[in-house]
């Protein structure tokens, strides 16, 4: 039976396992069902709030709505204008970069050695491979950490020439043995150092067993018969010795190519077997351990393939009256299977190059259009350095506006992802000393280690060696500036360093060494030596490794630039190429130099300033042929 009641009736349940508990219901008078009158909340407890359709009644009120509507626009538009802020100033405000990776090749300086003539170890009269081990110590000190040797192979001692080659793989006797070479690469690598051969891959010697293979008459159909270039009729074509290219062989009754002397038989690189032989002569070097090569005389590895004559050339200004400037050689130097050859080469030195990278330079004759290919051509990797020697012809001084055409034009031409490299001083070249006075030198190499690129000096050039004179000689060749290391004040000049020669010299030595020699020189803070040895340590800075270079001043008697990268020092490298006392004022001429700054290094002849000076980069003076490096630390750039 139900009770009825204005509040609630309850249905009890007979059993609690089958049947669930009835929800309460409320009945009026006439049965039927009705809501429940909320209760009167007793005095003290706490208010309920609405329930959820009163809330949602009031909550859809146009004020409410509009004021939701409101609160959420302005969220969205605040963090829309977040994003738009966050966005601008990823956009304008600079990049932190990258640095750049670099090889050691790219970080270190290249010291380049004429064996015969460096260091004597057993009294011959002819430098050797341990004369040279004896030296690293100094190669080292003075801020040099890779050796670059003239040819070092077996070669035909009846020419005055060591690119006579007879053996591409045997020691040349009078520079010791094969022990010796592996003695002076281990030593070289025990110092971190790395060591760089010379290849020449354009011709050999006459006394080459290839060549004898070659030119042997009975045999024309030998496997040796095209390995040199050979033909009936000879063309015009002129050797750089100004001779007739072409020579007759009494046993081939043939002409045979010589772009060089005729005991030097130019090799057909257009033969497969050719290449082979010169790829095994890589592999076998690289095998020892050596960190790579420099191939000489490149631009002349190929010919044409039809032998056309040479057409006269078209430069009516040259100064030149030797009948090789007759012609222009387009016939006979830098024909594109020659980049060929070298990305082949390229291709197979990367094979060796696991531990440690190895690489390729080339020297290279003519303009920047002549050079820049090396590098790279139709999309394929060349040398690593395409030598640069577009300055060792210079004779006169070449002032601040010669100087920035020299180092600017590199730069700016350079391919992508490549790296410049400023020759100082070559075997074939008047040597430096010969050249200029002490201080425009000293002017020249602080602009040419500061900037980005590999230096290479010529051996004696850290104490200003000048040319040999030889004129009194019976050399077939000019050989003046590849006169005897002066590296003490004794018989010939500390040449042979066990003690005094049993035999002559190969070179007369000129006495020079008595006034200027590496150990007299090394003891002044003040000798050029030592301004060398500042320079490499400054040059070794994360700055000057990585860093952007961009000029600063630059006219008729200021070289000027900013080395520079972010969070790293800035450095302000100033050059008076003038003879004439100059003031400039350098704050304005660059973004990133803050007025003041700290004296880093000067070119030490007689500058007013000296290292750790404060200095007020507002006013600079420097006299004639003066320059100087300052830095400051890095600041951030504002928006």
Known sequence: MSIYSGRSSTRSKPDADTFEKEEQSTYDDNYGAVEEPPETPALGSPFRGMEKEELL??????????????????VLLGWLALLITVVALVLIYPRCRDQDMRSWWQNETIYRVYVPSFSDSDGDGIGDLKGVESHLDHIRNIGAHTVSLSPIYKFDHDVDSDFNIIDHMTIEKSYGNMSDFESLLKAVHERGMHLVLDFIPNHTSDKHQWFINSSTSSDRDNDYRNFYLW???????????????WTNSSQRNQNYLHQFLPSQPDLNLRSSQ?????????????SKGVDGFYIRNSGYMFEDYDLRDEKKSGDTNSTDTTEYSYYDHIMTYGLPEVYDMLSRWRTLVEEYSNTTERIL????????????????????????????EVFLPE?????APCVRKYITDWLSQLPDHQWANWVIGADDSDRLGSRFNESYIRAFLMTVLLVPGTPIIYYGDEILMTNTDISSEPWE??????????WENTTDGGFCSAGSCTKPPWLPSDGKFRTNNVKDNIKSAESVINYLRNLTTLRRELTFLVGEFTTAITDDSIFSYVREFDGLTGYLVIINFSHEEQTRDYYTSHGSIEKAATVELTTGNDVSYYPED??????????????????????????
Not at 57 to 74: D, E
Not at 277 to 284: A, G, H, P, S, Y
């Open 477 to 486: 060749r000019e050989q003046s500036m590849r006169g005897l290391m002066q």
């Open 57 to 74: 009644r009031h909550s859809s009120k146009p004020f409410w709505w509009r004021l939701r509507v409101m609160c959420i626009s302005v």
């Open 274 to 286: 050719v290449q082979e032989k010169l790829e095994d002569i890589l592999r076998f070097w690289l």
């Open 231 to 245: 033909t009936d009729i000879p063309t015009n074509w002129r050797s750089v010795y100004d001779n007739s290219s």
């Open 395 to 399: 004779h006169d001084i070449c002032g």
């Open 614 to 639: 404060d200095i007020d980069t507002r006013s600079i003076t420097l006299g004639g042929y003066q320059g100087i490096v300052v830095s400051w630390d890095y600041v951030a750039k504002e928006l």
């Open 361 to 388: 330079m080339a020297d290279v004759r003519g303009g920047l259009d002549k050079v820049m290919p090396y590098y790279g051509h139709y999309d394929r990797d060349g040398v690593h350095i395409a030598l640069n």
